[in-house]
């Protein structure tokens, strides 16, 4: 079957400090991975993707690459800011159906 | 771009009332449109795939006839959640899915909050 497993959170960091949210899935056929981003009381916003083995999203400068042989998405941002401070969602789509984590929540503290 | 709409962002209703949410492909046409629903920290649960024109397909443990779907055009689609409940309260998001087949992008609508009394 097709699933998502994210590390679980919250996440508190300082400013300027280095994140990485690991994600890994399990699918059949080929996924598309993404992360989204949901700021308090919000809906999702699409952060980055990667459609391919070996492709790296990047956006806001987050980055993750799709790495088949370990089956992981893991997100990564050199310097967060206080504005960062959300819930991230590591996801991946087969066909038109999306599979979620559970949501990772972060909170950057000055 | 592609913006998808959802109104109304927010609303408060008594028991046993039914509830409208529509959501809107603001710039593009989509064929399919997704329903979710949002517990507090958790993640978001498929409920159903709107397809326009046709009858909606919903996740399993989701009811059909409390939760219903149409999506009359290629812009709209609504979900009424009939005879609110207060366990119906949650936060109700909406995407919409550009093109045909494939691993397109969805793209997701801001969110409803239903809060029942």
């Known amino acids: 079957g097709n699933s998502v497993t994210q590390m679980e959170g919250p996440v508190t960091l300082s400013e300027e400090a280095f994140l990485t949210i690991n994600c890994t899935y399990t699918?059949?056929?080929?996924?598309?991975l993404f992360w989204y981003v949901q700021y308090p009381g919000e809906g999702l916003q699409l952060l980055l993707k990667?459609?391919?083995?070996?492709d790296k999203g990047s956006n806001k400068g987050f980055e993750a690459t799709y790495r088949k042989e370990t089956t992981s998405f893991h997100l990564e941002k050199g310097s967060v800011q206080v504005s960062d401070s959300a819930v991230y969602f590591c996801?991946?789509?087969?066909?038109?159906?999306?599979?979620f984590g559970t949501g990772t929540s972060l909170t950057v503290i000055p | 771009g592609a913006v998808v709409s959802q109104h109304p962002s927010r609303v408060i209703c008594k028991s046993g009332t039914s509830v409208k949410i529509e959501c809107r492909s603001l710039?593009?046409?989509?064929?399919?449109m997704f329903w979710y629903r949002q517990f507090p920290k958790q993640s978001l649960m498929l409920m159903a795939t709107?397809?326009?024109?046709?009858?909606?397909?919903?996740e399993q443990g989701v009811e059909k006839d409390k939760f219903l779907i149409n999506h009359a055009s290629l812009t709209l689609s609504t979900l009424t959640v009939t005879s609110a409940h207060p366990e119906d309260s949650s936060f109700y998001i909406c995407?919409?899915?550009?093109?045909?087949?494939?691993?397109?992008?969805?793209?997701f609508g801001p969110g409803t909050r239903l809060l029942v009394l």
């Open positions: 709107s397809n326009e024109g046709s009858k909606a397909t919903y």
């Open positions: 699918a059949t056929g080929y996924p598309s």
């Open positions: 710039d593009f046409q989509a064929t399919t």
């Open positions: 990667a459609t391919k083995a070996d």
């Open positions: 996801a991946l789509v087969t066909g038109n159906q999306f599979y």
């Open positions: 995407s919409a899915a550009k093109g045909t087949g494939g691993s397109e992008t969805q793209y």
